[in-house]
């Protein structure tokens, strides 16, 4: 059986919401924007949810929008933000200089900041907050930078660490800039106190799916009186603020997840997880004497735990967790398909040996107790798993040695073992694909028999594999090395290695 430990990636939904979704599907499926008794059902559900969250989330003023997600929550606000700015501009009013962000932030702020800014033709320098070992922004830079600054990003719980962010230091080294202030409250949502009125935030986006609730419904909060550009422009719902058909399947999800949070009976308390958390960090000190603890223990959600094995190699980890049934990552899952290093803790300034070998944990407020005991009695399975392993071979090709090694020996051989989906979601990048149109397509299900072919070989035939990271390339090579055919390779790094190559050269 599959446990799942990636909740800071995505949550299962709530039965409970799962139950107001389909309620809000088959029975109240009036459009809230109409005038009879479905469409006005409707709309008080939706007023019903709206009230729910300013209640949860203590937002008594401002606005509530209901929106996709926190993706659009973020492009609304750096979008409101910019266009005030640019207002002030044609005012004739001096701008400031620079737009911040921690450099620990969701990709989407960041992404959010440069689109826009360069979309409205303001120019303004985009630059990252630094943070500490420990994920801590560095209030002094901040407090000096943000004198002329018109935005600050900072996210209230980090997404790959749980790091909590020091809102009422952030706070204060704000106190008598002109920014206007964005707080990602994404993982924050349910676990943390915000205090987003008394802490003047000017901007929260939240996501229902990372709190039980489906994916595509969200949340903005927008402080009364700060600027607000609607990102949707079309029928006038939501006020007008935010054009478009409301969810109204995920509306009532998230409704039914916000009245779960405000009973205190669904979720459980802050103590709780956090023993479990200790729990989980003692079956991983035993499993792997070496871990090294990327989350500072003392300073993050009690729902996450990064680490590293140095000397083991993230996809190794996440092979080992991955035989066990255990559903763990190696960071965002927006950055999973890029086989990189994190760029979160390669901002925290973590050496190479942390970094190439880290694995986040995450769990959810709603699991039970049960699954934490399952989940350390498999941790420490995966441990004695690869003591008992011997160290695997070393059959890591650069790309740069490829093209060397491929035209001295033609009769080399290259084989992809993605299965025909994967090939089919994600072509063989161009440059790659023209140089090299000899490569077979072999998927891993059928490699007993490809290796049968391939020990037929001349000992000093190269064979080189190739996947999407190069997990599973490596593993064929080391079978068929293990067969006898000492010159089998994996492309180290796979194919996304290749893309990103590709689409740096051609940037
Ligand atoms: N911000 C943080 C901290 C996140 O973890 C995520 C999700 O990965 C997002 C923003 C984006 O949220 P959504 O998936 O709702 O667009």
Not at 46 to 68: I, K, M, Q, W, Y
Not at 145 to 156: E, H, I, N, R, S
Request: aromatic content about 4%; glycine content about 10%.
């Amino acid at each position: 059986m599959e446990l799942y430990l990636d909740a800071n990636a995505t949550t299962p939904v709530l039965p409970q919401a799962r139950a107001a979704a389909l309620a809000a599907m088959a029975e109240e499926y009036g459009n809230p924007s109409s005038t009879h008794g479905s469409g006005l059902r409707a709309r008080a559900l939706l007023d019903r949810v709206r009230d729910t969250a300013r209640r949860v989330l203590a937002v008594p003023t401002g606005e509530l929008l209901f929106t996709s997600g926190a993706t659009e929550g973020i492009q609304t606000a750096v979008l409101s933000a910019l266009v005030a700015l640019r207002q002030r501009e044609a005012a004739g009013q001096a701008l400031p200089r620079r737009l911040l962000y921690g450099a620990t932030e969701h990709k989407a702020v960041p992404s959010a900041l440069r689109h826009w800014n360069a979309l409205l033709g303001l120019d303004l320098d985009v630059q990252a907050i630094p943070v500490d070992r420990e994920g801590r922004h560095d209030l002094a830079w901040l407090r000096t930078q943000a004198q002329d600054a018109g935005l600050v990003c900072t996210m209230a719980a980090n997404n790959e660490t749980g790091v909590v962010s020091d809102l009422d230091g952030i706070a204060a080294a704000l106190a008598g800039s002109p920014a206007l202030w964005l707080v990602d409250g994404v993982q924050a949502l349910g676990k943390l106190p915000l205090k987003l009125v008394e802490r003047r935030i000017d901007y929260a986006p939240f996501s229902g799916h990372k709190l039980y609730a489906p994916k595509g419904i969200g949340l903005l909060y927008v402080r009364e009186g700060a600027p607000l550009t609607p990102l949707q422009a079309g029928g006038g719902q939501e006020g007008g603020l935010r054009a478009g058909t409301e969810n109204m399947a995920g509306i009532a999800a998230l409704g039914a997840v916000l009245e779960a949070l405000a009973s205190g009976t669904v979720f459980a308390p802050a103590p709780v997880l956090e023993a479990r958390r200790q729990q989980l960090v003692a079956a991983l000190r035993e499993a792997f004497p070496g871990i090294v603890f990327n989350t500072p223990l003392g300073n993050s959600l009690p729902t996450t735990l990064n680490f590293s094995v140095p000397g083991v190699a993230t996809a190794r980890l996440l092979e080992l967790f991955d035989a066990e049934g255990l559903r763990l990552s190696g960071g965002s899952a927006c950055g999973a398909a890029q086989a990189q290093p994190s760029p979160v803790l390669q901002a925290m300034g973590l050496p190479a040996a942390q970094t190439t070998s880290a694995i986040r944990l995450s769990f959810g407020a709603a699991d039970d107790a049960a699954l934490t005991d399952e989940a350390c009695a498999r941790l420490r399975a995966c441990g004695a798993r690869l003591r008992e392993e011997p160290e695997p071979v070393e059959v890591d090709l650069p790309i740069e040695s490829l093209g060397g090694l491929l035209r001295a020996m033609p009769q080399a051989r290259l084989i992809d073992v993605r299965d025909a989906d994967e090939r089919a979601a994600e072509p063989v990048p161009a440059g790659f694909a023209a140089e090299w149109p000899a490569m077979r397509a072999v998927p891993l299900p059928s490699l007993p028999a490809l290796l049968a072919e391939l020990r037929a070989l001349p000992a000093d035939t190269p064979v080189v594999f190739v996947c999407r990271s190069g997990a599973r390339s490596a593993r064929a090579a080391r079978a068929l090395r293990q067969q006898g055919h000492a010159a089998a390779w994996s492309l180290a790094g796979g194919l996304d290695r290749v893309a990103a190559a590709e689409a740096a050269a051609s940037a």
